[in-house]
């Protein structure tokens, strides 16, 4: 066969439009879905609370397949690497932000959660000249809490529900500043290191 034909060609990128940006894309287009529902009826309907946590549900399902799906199946694209992380914040942030305004969570929580969130994805693009910082698994626990205590406080709950909900949360704050500063140590290290071979190398 000929270097023009199947076997010489190399493998043409995946295009923009595949399965694990579209769920990144319908991520995306759920949070403005996911915030009038929250404030429907004054923000403290039980009905339309419960509809608001089934599009952030369905959102948070999200999050766990498309990046899965686009490394399993070669789907990897620069619009992905940029969208996705964007698609996570916006969901979460919209959550946080909302159930703060309505009185529901601590503005403090709100805070500490999304400067967190901010404060570490302009650390990685700090440091990724030197390599990249990845995903731990204390920061793959911090993201499931985090997604199921907010779950459980976009709903109406009461009694021994609530309080379980506020001891997640508490778990998920904790894991938050905790992985926040592991993150931080590793990015000084990692810049440290690729400082030190930049001089090695002059």
């Known amino acids: 066969m000929s270097p023009g034909g199947p076997v010489g060609q190399a493998a043409a990128p995946p295009g923009i439009w595949n399965i694990a940006n579209m769920l990144t894309m319908l991520r995306l287009l759920l949070v403005p879905v996911f915030v009038a529902l929250l404030f429907a009826a004054g923000g403290h309907d039980p009905k339309w609370r419960s509809v608001a946590w089934a599009s ?82 204390g920061g793959k626990l911090k993201t499931l809490t985090q997604g199921i205590a907010v779950g459980m406080y976009v709903l109406e709950l009461t009694g021994w529900l609530a309080t379980a909900r506020a001891v997640l949360m508490g778990v998920a704050v904790l894991l938050t500043v905790g992985t926040g500063a592991d993150y931080v140590r590793q990015a000084v290290q990692l810049r440290r290191a690729g400082l030190a071979r930049a001089r090695a190398g002059a």
Do not use: C, N, Q
Not at 71 to 94: C, E, H, S, W, Y
Not at 102 to 128: A, K, N, Q, S
């Open 56 to 137: 952030f549900a369905i959102a948070m399902i999200t999050d766990l397949f498309d990046g899965e799906l686009a490394r399993r199946m070669g789907l990897v694209t620069d619009f992905g690497k940029i969208a996705d992380p964007i698609a996570d914040k916006a969901i979460m942030g919209a959550a946080l932000i909302g159930l703060s305004a309505l009185g529901d969570l601590p503005w403090w929580v709100t805070v500490v959660i999304l400067v967190r969130e901010l404060g570490i994805t302009l650390m990685r693009f700090w440091v990724i000249r030197h390599g990249v910082i990845p995903a731990s698994r």
